[in-house]
């Protein structure tokens, strides 16, 4: 029997495997599912694997809410060669010698990266220039001048090395928009050499990590036995960071449940809204005492949806 679209609301942490798309996933799902409402929130090169988080029905209001928050990667980066991609599914355009590279060169240049710094992105990628995403001109062999975006490293760290084989894994915690092929391009000409990635591993997004992570062969097991809803994050648990906010009447019921700017004495930033019965409402951002709609995620609403 199929599913009705309300029947899944909120968070599923999907393992990507090696070969499928982000968006893949996502039709995938639906299939499993039964239902059309499902939506990533960040793309993963079909070569990476790990976590991506999949908001399904009221929960895909979550994803513009999420796009800033960091993820984790852990990369196996290769020294010694540039290809166009930036990794190693690409051709080949420069090589630089590795010789006099030592490990203690690299935790150092790999530490030089903290922060904030600026980033040119790679060519092959869905950034948009002037209404044309990058790997469609790279697919055409032409190749523009980037403008440089600034991207966080909050840290990095090696993990292994086998440098016979010039070769090296780290783990970086980084915000949005920030490229591990790119960075290991960088890391390559801050060594004095060239560097593209050979392997690359999500391990945390949406405070999510690999270990919660499941396959689709798991996700559909477990709708057939109809226990998928035991693995599906709750939409205000996904936002368990933010501290909450409860209505204390039905006056105030009211005025969450019509999006209005609520007054409060609070710090500025992020919350949970809850109506007075303790039914999750929506995300608020407050800002010098004012409580503004950020979110909403109530079945019923008159004026407001997110």
């Known amino acids: ?57 009221k929960g895909t209001k979550m994803i513009s809410l999420l796009e800033d928050t960091d993820k984790t990667y852990r990369c196996k980066c290769k020294l010694g060669v540039l290809t166009d991609t930036e990794d190693m599914t690409g051709n080949v355009v420069e090589t630089g010698s590795t010789e006099g590279i030592t490990k203690d060169r690299i935790i150092k240049e790999l530490e030089s990266f903290k922060g904030r710094y600026m980033q040119v992105p790679p060519m092959y990628s869905a950034k948009k220039v002037n209404g044309r995403k990058l790997y469609e001109l790279a697919r055409e062999g032409v190749e523009i001048e980037r403008k440089p975006c600034e991207v966080f490293i909050k840290s990095i760290s090696a993990d292994s090395f086998d440098l016979s084989d010039d070769i090296f894994e780290f783990t970086v915690e980084c915000s949005k928009g920030t490229y591990i092929r790119s960075l290991c391009r960088d890391l390559g000409e801050r060594l004095g050499t060239k560097a593209s990635m050979l392997k690359l591993v999500r391990t945390k997004a949406c405070g999510i990590s690999i270990s919660d992570a499941l396959k689709l062969s798991e996700i559909e097991e477990l709708a057939k036995s109809g226990e998928i809803s035991k693995r599906m994050i709750s939409i205000d648990k996904v936002f368990s960071e933010y501290d909450e906010i409860r209505a204390g009447n039905a006056e105030e019921d009211k ?34 005492k004012k409580a503004q709609l950020c979110g909403y995620f109530l079945t019923q609403t008159n004026l407001i949806k997110a």
């Open 1 to 57: 029997m199929q599913k009705a679209e309300s029947s899944y609301n909120g968070m599923l942490a999907v393992f990507k495997e090696e070969g499928f798309t982000s968006n893949d996933v996502v039709a995938k799902l639906r299939g499993i599912l039964h239902m059309k409402k499902i939506g990533h929130t960040g793309t993963l090169d079909p070569a990476a694997t790990g976590v991506l988080p999949v908001c399904l029905g």
């Open 255 to 288: 005025s969450v449940r019509n999006g209005n700017v609520l007054r409060v004495s609070l710090p500025d930033g992020r919350y949970r809204v809850y109506l007075s019965d303790g039914t999750f409402a929506a995300i608020y951002e407050v800002r010098n």
